[in-house]
């Protein structure tokens, strides 16, 4: 599948090269589930028909069908029947996806077919589901960081025996600097556009006209060698750095000093225990301090791992989670950009032309509007699905229903990341272009963040008031006066009428 690009998945292991064929398919389906983003399909296709290139030149039997392909029947069920029409064969062997959706699908195939499906692990990832179920079992609320641990000790990573190197296990604490002036921030990874890839820039462009976002300029790495380029550029230019400025927002500057690899480590193109072995290689040498490197490395054997297990712990249910019975239309703006917030337009502005967006801009602009304005749950989660190249469903759900929106009452986070302007303008330069201030509370030119933040509390009281972590806030919201709770209702109350004017 798209997201299995690997030479080393499991579905190709004991693979018969004179023998066995290799099915890949483009197909509607996929492509038109949700409407990604122009360039995510770009990615995605040309990874996928590199990838085709890279094991016909090593000696693999493929078949492969092109989206624009005139018998393409646009379904993976439907192009296997097609191939198994063609050819005989003994079984069906598939490596297992990332979406319960497809998993779904493909246990249907052996009464659909009556042929052998042998669906194996996906050992891609360094926590099975099976065990992260038995580390779960019997805990009401699971914590990331002790689950972080255990991990770091399994794969002995950042390890002196059985403590951690420099004897804190997190150094979260040293990496919310706010962004300086003057920042020399590198270029990000930039790939020379090949034949394939204009090839698929052009039908994307004419097959897929009303999907959001820009194609060009188009720039990931679409192969296995290139990723790895990718990789490497981080740790020599962006990784010294990466701690300390991880959670910073600057405007015109999207990319910062983040690694940008999910997308290959999405789709298998790099595999992250090399990720996490070539950051601890950069420590060891003395190329990066502790800060960045474990910054990072929780990011990837922590919470990647963490997300997927919640996922596949919790779902189909998971889905349908709505703890705050948010119910608010997902308002236009969010595809357009078109509003006075300047933290909104510039977060949204980047997502339509690079797909991405940083962990910060998703989670504290992005997605604390969408937890604090009360948006619909599944019209949140279809939109960063649809937005970001390395949005699949595994990842992207735990993130937006459990960590943005807590919509999962607290399972996966211990409290809602809702926050006011204070915080943002903290954290990045948007405020200072912004036509609201961030220094009013109340009051037409107030910044929406601030009012909206308390309104969202007000509503909620009745679920969070006994949360321990946030208790403090409501002892503020009673010392206020009867005026100025009032002044916060009528003013969340008029905004968010007039966003979707």
């Known amino acids: 599948m798209g997201d299995q690009l690997s030479k080393d998945i499991s579905s190709l292991k004991g693979c018969n090269k004179s023998k066995d064929t290799i099915l890949i398919c483009e197909v509607w389906s996929e492509a038109t589930y949700v409407k990604h983003h122009k360039k995510k399909i770009v990615f995605i296709f040309s990874a996928m028909r590199h990838f085709a290139k890279e094991l016909n030149e090593s000696g693999y039997k493929v078949s492969y069908t092109k989206i624009e392909d005139k018998h393409n029947s646009g379904f993976f069920k439907s192009e296997i029947a097609r191939a198994l029409k063609q050819q005989k064969y003994d079984q069906i062997v598939v490596t297992h996806p990332g979406e319960y959706r497809l998993e779904k699908d493909i246990k249907s195939w052996e009464t659909e077919f009556k042929i052998s499906v042998e669906i194996r692990a996906d050992d891609r990832f360094l926590c099975s589901p099976e065990d992260f179920a038995i580390w779960a079992k019997d805990r009401k609320q699971l914590r990331m960081e002790y689950f972080y641990r255990e991990m770091r000790k399994k794969y002995n990573v950042l390890m002196e025996g059985n403590q951690p190197i420099g004897g804190q296990w997190n150094y979260d604490l040293k990496n919310r600097k706010p962004p300086q002036k003057n920042l020399l921030i590198p270029e990000p990874y930039h790939n020379e556009l090949d034949s394939i890839t204009r090839d698929v820039m052009s039908l994307v462009a004419e097959h897929f006209p009303e999907h959001f976002g820009d194609i060009e300029p188009f720039y990931f790495g679409v192969t296995r060698h290139q990723a790895l380029e990718a990789l490497n550029l981080f740790v020599s230019q962006r990784l010294p750095n990466f701690g300390d400025y991880q959670d910073a927002m600057i405007e015109g500057e999207p990319w910062m000093y983040h690694s940008h ?188 963040f601030n009012y909206l933040y308390w309104d969202f509390l007000a509503r909620n009281r009745h679920k969070l008031e006994l949360n321990h972590r946030i208790s403090m806030m409501y002892k503020i919201y009673e010392r206020m006066d009867e005026d100025k709770k009032q002044a916060i209702a009528y003013d969340s109350k008029h905004f968010l009428k007039a966003i979707y004017d």
């Open 261 to 448: 690899i999910s997308f290959y480590l999405n789709c298998g193109l790099l595999l992250p225990l090399e990720c996490v072995k070539a950051v601890e290689k950069a420590y060891q040498n003395g190329k990066a301090p502790l800060n960045a490197v474990e910054g990072f490395i929780r990011q990837i054997i922590g919470w990647r791992e963490y997300v997927r297990g919640v996922y596949w712990l919790k779902m189909p249910e998971y889905a349908k989670q709505n703890f705050f019975e948010a119910k608010r239309d997902l308002p236009e703006l969010y595809w357009t950009a078109e509003t006075e917030m300047n933290c909104l337009r510039q977060c949204i502005l980047d997502t339509k032309k690079n797909a991405y967006a940083h962990h910060i801009q998703r989670l504290m602009v992005l997605g604390n509007f969408a937890l604090i304005a009360g948006l619909d749950t599944s019209q949140v989660n279809e939109w960063f699905l649809i937005v970001y190249a390395d949005a699949y469903e595994w990842v992207e759900l735990p993130n937006v229903s459990g960590m943005i929106l807590f919509a999962d009452g607290g399972y996966l986070a211990s409290k809602p990341y809702a926050a006011g302007g204070s915080y943002i303008n903290k954290m990045s330069d948007y405020c200072k272009n912004c036509s609201y201030k961030v220094s009013k509370k109340q009051g037409k030119d107030a910044c929406p």
